[in-house]
């Protein structure tokens, strides 16, 4: 689905931003990308979905092809849910649908059938303001998962969110993901999350971003996120995870 | 111990009372000179006949076609500004010295030339209201714009939205909340502009008529129209108020 080969990238042609990145995204596959602020995770996100310019002469390709903004092979989703507050639950979900030409009565027969899907039934005519931040993120997972794009790109999409909320939300996304057979490219700062929902995780270091570590995670899908909270190898793999991470750290002072 | 006091509107009641009370007293007596301030009872008297006169709504008409009319080529040619300097900030910084030049001169030294223009009509009074909204709404305009979610913008370009769907569907819905406050400014000023403008020399409308009473030491008519104008603005506030709550209702 995404394949990167020796990527480079500096805005203002000295200080690198990314250095020598190079990964592949299978098509079905979860991948997690976690590191400290300002790695440039987020950047490398924005250029798989062409919100950044792809410097030339370097070697990315989305589905197939370039990088491209608007591109039908892709969902992009924030970590705040950016639901328009002016538009009600249902006409927030069929937004995408909406913009990429589908035909009214379609798009919003199809938003309330995700709205149903991510538990909002009954809420099809609620404006943003009367839904908590929870509700207010499936929504947005409703506006995502409506689109039919196999690969989502997802910016910590539940960064914002409390702990429990966001335990119940990474459950409904890998019963999403499952139903629907998407690949997810997933930025976050949180280890745990990362290995609770990917195949794999791959690490970056602090400015200039490079990979240090491709960790698989060895869990079997369906995974249910409580269960994990006493899984061995879940927690295994989050220590090694993080040996990595530090090891960045490492290299970075020295 | 916990002081009772009368409900709101019979505290405002009592205190009009009082106050309009000890001015007519004031007047009869001989107190104040009522050639210079009037009396509650004339002005009462002026209100009632004027109230049956075809002048004045002619002339209410006059100034509220006048008010209506500035406000809207005002705005209309505000929006359109903000949303040319919004597009190209390039033509934004070339135009705003001379934006913020015109916009801290005191518009209403312009009416002598508006009036040698545009004439004693209806003309130089909508150039004048013009002249005050187009300025208020263009910076709400801009504001409104530049202040749009930016995580709005970046989801509905990755949607490969078109520009015209992004204005309509993102931007212009984003920015009616500061835009919306701009153009109740901006009715204000355009009926402070119109009616400042009839008071200075016109042919017709409520300022034109409040002028001459003015002039001819008719304080009873002057106080009058006053209150008929502050009747209008608060009316036109109301009509502001009503049209936020429909639009924003999402707010």
Redesign the interface.
């Known amino acids: 689905m995404i394949n990167i080969q020796n990527l480079n990238l500096s805005f203002d042609g000295v200080n690198n931003v990314l250095s020598a990145i190079e990964f592949n995204l299978r098509s079905g596959e979860f991948v997690a990308i976690a590191g400290p602020s300002g790695c440039g995770k987020t950047t490398l996100l924005n250029l798989c979905?062409?919100?950044v310019q792809v410097p030339d002469g370097q070697k990315i390709t989305v589905a197939g092809q370039a990088p491209a903004?608007?591109?039908?092979q892709?969902?992009?989703m924030?970590a705040?849910d950016?639901l328009?507050?002016?538009?009600t639950a249902i006409e927030n979900a069929a937004?995408?649908l909406k913009?990429?030409g589908l035909d009214a009565a379609e798009a919003t027969d199809r938003a309330s059938e995700m709205l149903k899907r991510v538990g909002l039934g009954g809420y099809e005519n609620t404006?943003?303001?009367a839904l908590s931040h929870g509700m207010r993120q499936r929504v947005a997972l409703a506006r995502t998962f409506a689109m039919p794009s196999p690969l989502l790109?997802m910016d910590e999409p539940f960064g914002a969110l409390d702990a429990q909320t966001k335990l119940q939300l990474q459950d409904m996304l890998l019963q999403l993901c499952q139903e629907h057979e998407r690949s997810v490219l997933f930025v976050t700062h949180d280890l745990a999350e990362a290995v609770a929902l990917a195949d794999r995780v791959i690490i970056m270091s602090s400015r200039p971003g490079r990979v240090i570590a491709d960790v698989k995670v060895p869990l079997s899908r369906p995974r249910s996120i409580r269960q994990l909270q006493t899984n061995d190898q879940f927690h295994h793999t989050y220590a090694e995870v993080w040996r990595h991470l530090e090891e960045g750290w490492t290299h970075h002072e020295g | 111990m916990k002081v009772k006091f009368l409900p709101n509107l019979a505290q405002h009641f009592l205190f009009v009372i009082l106050a309009l009370a000890l001015w007519e007293w004031g007047a009869r007596t001989g107190v104040i000179d009522q050639s210079f301030v009037g009396s509650p009872q004339g002005i009462a008297y002026f209100t009632l006949n004027n109230f049956f006169n075809v002048r004045l709504w002619g002339d209410l008409g006059w100034t509220m076609l006048s008010v209506s009319l500035s406000f809207a080529l005002g705005s209309a040619a505000a929006i359109a500004m903000g949303l040319a300097f919004v597009t190209w900030p390039r033509f934004e910084a070339f135009c705003d010295p001379y934006v913020s030049a015109l916009n801290v001169l005191p518009r209403i030294a312009m009416v002598p030339l508006f009036i040698l223009w545009f004439g004693l009509g209806i003309g130089s009074k909508i150039a004048m209201g013009f002249s005050l909204t187009f300025f208020i709404v263009l910076s709400s305009t801009v504001a409104g714009m530049r202040g749009v979610s930016q995580d709005h913008v970046t989801l509905t370009r990755t949607l490969g939205a078109t520009s015209q769907q992004l204005f309509f569907w993102v931007t212009l819905p984003g920015a009616v909340p500061v835009l919306f406050s701009g153009l109740r400014l901006g009715l204000i000023y355009a009926f402070l502009g119109v009616v400042g403008a009839e008071v200075i020399a016109s042919e017709r409308g409520l300022g034109q008529q409040l002028s001459y009473l003015a002039s001819t030491f008719a304080i009873d008519g002057v106080w009058s129209l006053l209150f008929d104008l502050a009747l209008v603005g608060v009316l036109l506030m109301k009509l502001m108020n009503w049209l936020e709550r429909r639009l924003l209702h999402w707010q």
């Not at chain 1, 903004?69 to 039908?72: A, C, Q, R």
């Not at chain 1, 328009?84 to 538009?87: A, C, I, K, T």
């Open positions: 979905a062409g919100l903004l608007g591109s039908p892709v969902a992009y924030l705040r950016s328009f507050p002016w538009l937004f995408g913009v990429r404006l943003p303001k790109l």
